[in-house]
C-alpha cells in the first residue's frame, strides 16, 4: 500500500465534527506550544548538564590515562614532534618552488642516491621541475639501465632515457639491505606521504580547518636536523645507530648524519647549510610523492567556489519554492 | 508497488509505452508525486545522498579499475601509475577513496537520524532490517575495497580481519584458508578481494531498492513521529523534496570536495604508503576511522569466558571478541523489538533523549578508543565504553518503554507546524483554520 | 500583470535558469574527468616518442618489422629491379594510386630505395606476409588483400595504401620512426 493520504483512516475527530476539530486542534496547538517551550528549556538544561557531566569525565578519563601511559613506560616515539616549517606548497593556494625541488633534485642525486632509490618516479617527471627535453635527456644519460633482450638474445647495458625509471644504487632489496648492515634504506618515491608522526588530540581535529598535510616533509626536515642533539642521560642508543629524537620508530636509526655544511655546491646562492640541504631535499620529496599536488589543489579550488555558488543557487531557488509552504 | 497513481501520459508513444512497460509511471509516482511529510528536516536528505554517494563509488570504482592490476606484484605500483600519469587520475583515485569515508558518514548520520526519530518502530521494521543489511555489506565493500592497494595497511588489514574466522571453533583454520587461498595473505587473497568488491556495491544497490520500496509502502517518518493523517500533511517529492535534497547534496559533495582536492590523505593511514611487506607489521596496526568503534569492542574482550571457579574455558578471548564485535552489528537487527515505547521520536521523549546523547557520545569515544594502542588505561575505557554500547540496546532501550513519561505529542504533523509557526511568533493561528497553502 | 509583478517573474526565472544551468556545469564537470582518463595515459604517452632504428646491416631485399607505439612498422631496403617493377606498373593496377617515387625514401645525399610503411593492413589490421617473388609485395593472410613492394593495395578488400609513419633520416645509417625530422 502506497502512503498517500486516502488509504488512511482519516483523524477520528475530523472525521466526526470539522468544527469541532478545528476548536480541538487550535487548543491542541496552544497548549502543546506552551508545554512544548517548557519542557524544551528542561530537556536543554537536562541535556547541557549531560554533556557537560560526560566531557568532563572523558577529561578526566584522558588525563589519567596519559598520566597512565607516561608511569607505565612503554616508550612512544618519535620523542619529539617534528617541527613545522612553513612551505611553499602548503595551504590553499600552494605551489610548487621549482628552484627549490631543483637544489632538492641536487642534494638528493648527490647525496641521498647513493643508498636510496626512487623508482616510482621516471626522469621524463623531471620536466615538473622545469628541465627541458634536453637536460632531463642528458641527466637519464649518466645512468646505464639494463635493457634487452636485443636479437641476440643476451641482455645489454644502455644509457637510460627519458621514459626509464630513476635507477636504484642497488639491484634489488636485499642487496640493499645487506649493503647498509641489514637496514634497508627506504625508497624515496613516497616516503614523504608514508611518514607522519601522530599528531594527537586535539590538534588532529585543527588540523582539518587549517589544511595541515605537511606532516611527512615537516618530519624529514625534522630528522635530517636532528642529528647534532645529544641524548639524554638514561637513554641508551644500540651500537652502529644515531641518536635522533625525531625518528619515528625508535630513539636511534640507522642512517649516519647525510648531510653536513658545504656538502653540495648551490648555484642560485642560496645558503649551503644543512638547514637548507634539509628543507629542499624534504620539498623535493613531497613533490616525488605526488608531483599533481599544486595542480589538485588549484583544481580543488575552482571546484569548490563553483559548489558554493551552485549551493546558493539552490538555497534561494528551494527557499523561493517553499515559500508558500509551512514547514 | 500500486496504489494511486496520478501519473497521466499524454503523447502517443508515452500512452504506448505505459501499456507495456510503465517506467515512466514508477518513476513519476517514487520521485515525483511521491508525498512526503512536509516537515522533514535537514537529516532526512541523508537518504538520498546516499543513494548518489553508492552511484558514485560505483562510477569512480568502474573507471579506476581500467587502471589497476590485481596482482600482489604489481596492484601498488598500478595505484601509484594511476594517480600520476593518469588523466584525472590522482582526483579519481582520491574520490574514491574519500568517497568511502563520505559515504560512512552519510551513513552514520542516517542511523542516528533513524535512532533518534525511532525510524525503526512498527511499521517500518523490515525498512530498518534492509538499512542494517545494507550497512554490513558497505562494510564488507569498504574493508575488501581497502586491501586492494596493497600497501602495509591493506595487508596487515586483510592478516587481522581474516583472522576473525579462524575463531570459529573446530574448523576456523580451514575457512580462513579458503577465504585466502592460500595459508598466507597474498596474490590470491588480492584477486578474490577485487571480484568481490566489484561485487557487493551491485548487490548493495539491489538491497537499497528494496530499501526504497519498503519506504515508499510504508512513507516516510518525520520528525514528530505521527504519522501522515491527511493531504494537508504531505507535499509532493518534486520540486519540494527534489530541491531540498539537492540543495544538501550539493553542500554534502563541497565538504566531501573539501578533503578531496585539500587533504586527500586526511582520513587514510601514512603506512598505507608502504608496500605490503608480509614480514614487517607496522607499530600500529588500525583500521579505518569507520571501524574504530567495532574495533575498540574486539579488543576490549581480552579474557576468556569460562565457568567460574573451573578452569574450563567456554569462549576464549579471541572468539570472545569477534562474538562481541559482530554482535555489536547483530543487535542493531533487533531494535524495532528491544525499544518498548510506543512514541517514535525522541523530540517527546525526554530521557530516551538523554539516552541517546549519551550513546553517540559513547560512540564517538569508542572509536577514539579504537584507534589507542590496547595498553594501560585504554584497555578498562574500551570494556567501559563497549558495555554501555550493549546496556543502551539491551538494558535502556527495553525499560525506557516502561519508566518514560512521554511527553503530549501533536495530532497531525500539520497541526506540529503550525505549532511551530506559533511557537516562533510569526502569523498568529493565520494558517489553522484554513487548509494550508500546499502546492499542486 | 502590474509591472513589479513582471520583475518579480524576471528574477524568478533568472534564478531557475541559473539554478538549472549551474546543475548542467556540475554534471558536464563530474563526466569530463570519467571520460578524459580513458586516453593513453602519460607513460603511453612518453613510450611512445619516437624510436631509432640502425639500417647498416640490412642488405638489398631484406625487410625488418621495427615497433613503435607497440604497432609493427615495415623497413625494406628494395632491390633495383623491385624498385623499376614498381615505377613502371600501371596506374590501373592499384586502387588508390600514388607514384612509386612518393613511396620510396631516402637518406639524405643517399640513393632511393627505402620503404618504410605501417605493417597493419589497412583493412582489419592483420600483419601481410612478405611475398619474395615477383612484382607483389605482401599478402594479408586473413582476407587476401596484396600489397606491392611500395605498400600500395593491387587486390582484395583493403580500401588504401598501407600508410607511411612520420619518419626521418639522422644520417646514412640511422632512421627515425615517430617523427619528422631528426
Known sequence: MRPSWPDRPLHQKQKANRQDCCQSCITLVAQFSIERLNSMKSIVSKLLAAATASIVAAGVFLGTAFAAEEEGGTAHYPIKKPREQSWSFGGPFGKWDKGQLQRGLKVYTEVCAACHSMNLLSYRNLADLGYNDDQIKAYAAEYEVTDGPNDDGEMFERPARATDRFKGPYANDKEAASANGGALPPDFSLLAKARAPERGFPTFIFDIFTMYAENGPDYIYSLLTGYPEEPPEGVEVLEGLYYNPYFVAGNALAMAPPLSEELVEYTDGSPQTVEQYAKDVSAFMMWAAEPGLAARKQSGFIVLLFLLIFAGLLYFTKKKVWADVKH | MSGHSTYNPTSGIGKWMDARLPLARLVHDSFVSYPVPRNLNGFYTFGGILMIMLVSQIITGVVIAMHYTSDAATAFESVQLLRRDVAYGGTLQAWHAVGASMFFVAVYIHIFRGLYYGSYKEPREVLWILGVVIYLLMMATAFMGYVLPWGQMSYWGAQVITGFFSAIPLVGETVREYLLGGYSVGSATLNRFFSLHYLLPFMIAGVVILHVWALHVTGQTNPTGVEVKSKQDVIPFTPYATLKDALALVLFMALMCYFVFFLPDYLGHADNYIPADPLKTPAHIVPEWYFLPFYAILRAIDFNIGIPFTDIVLIDSKLGGVLAMFGAIVVLFFVPWLDTSDVRSANYRPLYKVFFWLFAINAVFLGYLGSRPAEGIWIPLMKATTFWYFAHFLIVMPLLGFFEKPKPRPASITDAVLGKAELSGASQLAGSTAAPETKS | ?182
Open chain 3, 1 to 182: 500583470m502590474s509591472e513589479s509583478d513582471h520583475g518579480e517573474t524576471n528574477r524568478r526565472d533568472f534564478l531557475y535558469i541559473a539554478t538549472g544551468a549551474a546543475g548542467v556545469v556540475a554534471v558536464g564537470g563530474s563526466v569530463w574527468p570519467l571520460v578524459s582518463q580513458m586516453q593513453p595515459n602519460e607513460r603511453e604517452k612518453a613510450a611512445g616518442a619516437p624510436v631509432e632504428i640502425d639500417l647498416s646491416a640490412i642488405e638489398a631485399g631484406q625487410l625488418i618489422t621495427v615497433v613503435w607505439r607497440g604497432a609493427p612498422y615495415f623497413i625494406r631496403k628494395l632491390t633495383e629491379s623491385e624498385i623499376k617493377a614498381a615505377e613502371d606498373a600501371g596506374q590501373a593496377e592499384f586502387r588508390d594510386f600514388q607514384p612509386a617515387d612518393e613511396r620510396i625514401a631516402a637518406p639524405e645525399g643517399g640513393s632511393k630505395e627505402w620503404t618504410i610503411v605501417a605493417a597493419n593492413c589497412t583493412h582489419l589490421g592483420c600483419i601481410p606476409t612478405k611475398i619474395d617473388t615477383g612484382f607483389e609485395g605482401w599478402i594479408c593472410p586473413c582476407h587476401g588483400s596484396k600489397f606491392d613492394v611500395t605498400g600500395r593495395v593491387t587486390k582484395g578488400p583493403a580500401p588504401i595504401n598501407l600508410p607511411l609513419p612520420p619518419f626521418a633520416f639522422a644520417d646514412a645509417d640511422r632512421l627515425i620512426i615517430g617523427a619528422d625530422k631528426a
